[in-house]
């Protein structure tokens, strides 16, 4: 059944899982929590993750992003990605162990790029923006935010920098990269009972520091597919990365893809005005897409997973987890399924 989780935190703290259960959740997502582990993760602390949830009457549904300090050079195909591989493969079958079932990841060496943090939205609201021809304009790289948490705990943006990743990578290297990967480690998701969720590539353009951005369009999300075709390999679908590719008839298109073979895992219900190479991120149904009509189509593919926020706005006196616009975020998607439940029952 589709259902609404809290989603993006980073720790399980005494108020973040009660702000949960304050707007209505059952259960949560994490994304790069705060775990030990230099190169892996271990499955007691993942456990203890799980039990600290339950103990607050939640479900956790998945993790979303290993630090990709775990697997750089498995991206990157740079000597050592064999033995990054390992830890990737011993974090999956510790999620699996600790009874974890998705785990989320990327394959975007450079991260997600933006070229402002403080664009204004509606109200006055702070929204990120994204503009290709700053981003790849070597005399304004004092205006390129790169969104790196597991390098820079305390600001999840490096700023002043294009990030320069040592290597040059053209699309063939990086699939070939990617398939790599993927053989190694789904064969170990799979014995572990774990789903790997693959998101797509933001912003979703050719290349960034360097290197191809392989899912970047439907058709290449759809080759990941094939790549990988297995149950236990799928997607977080990022409704927002999608519609940056193509708006509303992009997100209708990879769900109507990827929905009927039971290959989306969970989604990410955000989005954003205009399309790359420039967009704004938004409040949900001032985007790209109507949401209501999108969370039909997920209904009719079949689709049962969870749904969260993303990049919500930042509200007037908002946290840095932005609960103000989160909440919003939430009672909006609640209401919408709310809306299509009825629909079965006219």
């Not at 004092?142 to 699309?171: C, K």
């Amino acid at each position: 059944m589709m259902r609404v989780a809290l989603g993006q935190l980073p720790e399980a703290t005494d108020a973040s899982l009660a702000f949960a259960r304050q707007l209505g959740l059952s259960s949560v997502q994490f994304n790069t929590p705060n775990l030990p582990g230099e190169r892996r993760w271990e499955f007691g602390d993942l456990r203890a993750l799980r039990e600290r949830c339950e103990a607050a009457g939640l479900t956790l549904e998945a993790i979303e992003n290993i630090p990709t300090t775990f697997y750089m050079r498995a991206m990157l195909g740079t000597p050592g990605r064999d033995e990054d591989i390992e830890h990737v493969q011993a974090t999956v079958r510790n999620v699996g162990r600790a009874g974890i079932p998705i785990l989320g990841y990327h394959f975007m060496p450079a991260s997600v790029w933006r070229t402002s943090i403080s664009a204004p939205g509606r109200g006055g609201a702070i929204v990120t923006a994204y503009d290709h021809e700053i981003a790849t304009d070597p005399a304004r790289a004092s205006d390129v935010y790169i969104a790196w948490r597991d390098l820079a705990r305390d600001d999840p943006f490096l700023r002043g920098t294009q990030f320069d990743l040592g290597v040059e990578l053209g699309e063939d290297a990086m699939w070939a990269n990617y398939r790599y990967f993927m053989d190694a480690v789904v064969p170990v998701a799979e014995e572990a009972n774990v789903r790997l969720a693959l998101h797509p590539d933001d912003p979703p353009v050719e290349a960034l520091g360097g290197v191809a951005r392989l899912f970047r369009s439907v058709a290449n999300l759809r080759k990941a597919a094939e790549i990988a075709p297995s149950p236990n390999a799928g997607f977080d679908l990022c409704l927002g990365t999608v519609s940056e590719m193509g708006g509303e008839a992009a997100v209708l298109e990879a769900i109507e893809t990827l929905g009927p073979a039971g290959r989306i895992f969970y989604v990410h219900l955000r989005d954003v005005q205009g399309i790359s190479p420039r967009f704004a991120e938004c409040f949900i149904g001032e985007g790209n897409y109507n949401p209501l009509r999108v969370l039909r189509a997920l209904r009719r593919v079949g689709f049962d997973g969870f749904i969260l926020d993303d990049h919500v706005p930042r509200m007037v006196d908002d946290t840095d987890y932005m609960h103000r616009g989160r909440a919003h975020a939430v009672g909006y998607i609640q209401g919408l399924l709310q809306a299509i439940a009825s629909d079965s029952e006219q």
